[in-house]
């Protein structure tokens, strides 16, 4: 083989590499790997101290914020509003704000704090602020590699809460649920920012769902909302593959509010809530994935914004009895059953790791470790987050055996790890 033969190889081999790792890069991204609120830390304590777990950390001057934190083995990430705009920050494992960097603009009327959790894959971490613009930055140094502003590009539309919207990687694309009247969905190549492809328009507004990605019958799906329909789509070409209406009437005749929680995926089934009394709905999806039918409906388990998990065959979370209050709920994934309903302070944000939940109350940020029990809610050590400020949203995460707490401008890291005796 002569030189320039060589080198050509060489080159396509790199680029090859390159290609390999980019598209097995591990995505680490709103509420755990899988988008389900489950994060897979093992070795994680059983019993907190009376005082609650030790606080490895707090970091302060991170801009306000609903938004949860991801982390990698070295780096912790998360997103606040800064004046007038939204900043990613990057942390170090003892809380040190390395850099901060804008990468939009902030909502402007009701709730402005930012609500997107950064997606990271590889060194490309992205994210989507208040306005409407998608950013691709460095994960190491900050920079911008590419950003797109879809209310400008595509006509989004959103309602009075603006943009609540985690992107969400599949393969070489970055989607994102605009509503309007030009698209319901759209993809952007992860690498550029270039449309892909656009779905059609349900001539709707967005929710303030974050989509999700879903195994059905050995082919994936991008499972997403407007503000009127839970979706199916197609991840190659964007096709819709169903929709269906969730915006139900509550008891008292009005339409329930836009809904905020992603859908919960299990054996062919799609369980959807969005709280305020109004009815959930186990859903089935066809073994082609292109219809559903309806399996059972509830009303005691109806959560409004705050994620539920699912631990085996039960779905834990907390439900809506009223603005500011609610109860916590254990419900048989198969049959619809209430298996408990328990108190603890009021509802809030779930997040589960080694068979333990995590109840992050919302109104004064009592944080409880509880089983992960069908039989009996046990809260069996609690502790209260003090530092922030406004109400407690923002959903815990767990990385490197740390309890990660959003609150306001702060961040609190405990330590969560299981101590050897």
Avoid at 227 to 255: A, F, M, Q, R
């Amino acid at each position: 083989m002569n030189t320039k033969s060589t080198g050509r190889a060489s080159i396509l081999l790199l680029v090859l590499i390159s290609f390999l790792f980019s598209a097995n890069a591990q995505i680490t991204q709103f509420r755990g790997p899988n988008r389900d609120g489950v994060f897979p830390e093992t070795g994680l304590l059983k019993e907190w101290p009376a005082d609650g777990p030790t606080a490895l950390f707090v970091t302060e001057g991170l801009g306000m914020s609903n938004a949860s934190t991801i982390a990698t083995a070295d780096r912790i990430y998360t997103t606040g509003n800064i004046d007038t705009l939204e900043y990613l920050s990057c942390i170090d494992m003892e809380g040190k704000i390395l850099w901060q960097k804008p990468y939009g603009e902030v909502w402007k009327n009701s709730f402005p704090e930012a609500r997107c959790t950064p997606t990271l894959e590889g060194d490309r971490i992205y994210m989507l602020s208040g306005m409407d613009q998608m950013a691709c930055l460095n994960a190491k140094t900050g920079d911008e590699i590419w950003s797109v502003d879809l209310h400008k590009e595509y006509q989004s539309d959103w309602d009075m809460f603006g943009v609540s919207e985690s992107p969400l990687l599949v393969d070489d694309k970055v989607i994102a649920s605009i509503g309007g009247e030009t698209a319901m969905v759209i993809a952007l190549d992860k690498m550029t920012g270039k449309l892909i492809w656009k779905s059609k328009s349900l001539n709707t507004k967005r929710s303030n769902v974050s989509p999700a990605l879903i195994e059905h019958c050995g082919k994936k799906y991008i499972i997403t909302a407007s503000k009127t329909h839970v979706l199916s789509l197609d991840t190659e070409d964007g096709k819709i593959c169903w929709d269906y209406h969730y915006n139900i009437l509550s008891p008292k005749g009005d339409n329930s509010t836009i809904i905020s929680n992603i859908p919960t995926y299990k054996d062919s089934c799609l369980w959807i809530s969005g709280g305020w009394d109004a009815k959930s709905t186990m859903v089935r999806i066809a073994p082609d994935g292109q219809s559903v039918t309806e399996e059972f409906n509830d009303r005691t388990f109806d959560n409004q914004n705050h994620g539920v998990v699912l631990v085996d065959d039960f779905l834990y979370g907390s439900n809506f009895t009223g603005r500011q209050t609610g109860k916590w709920i254990c419900m048989n994934w198969q049959t619809g059953e209430i298996k408990w309903i328990g108190d603890f302070h009021t509802k809030g944000p779930i997040i589960s790791a080694d068979n333990m939940l995590y109840l992050y109350e919302e109104r004064r940020g009592h944080i409880a470790l509880v089983k992960a029990n069908p039989k009996k809610f046990e809260v069996i050590s609690s502790f209260r987050v003090t530092e922030g400020k406004g109400p407690h949203w923002a959903r815990p995460s767990i990385y490197n055996s740390m309890l990660l707490v959003r609150h306001g401008d702060v961040m609190v890291a405990y330590d969560i790890k299981e101590k050897n005796e």
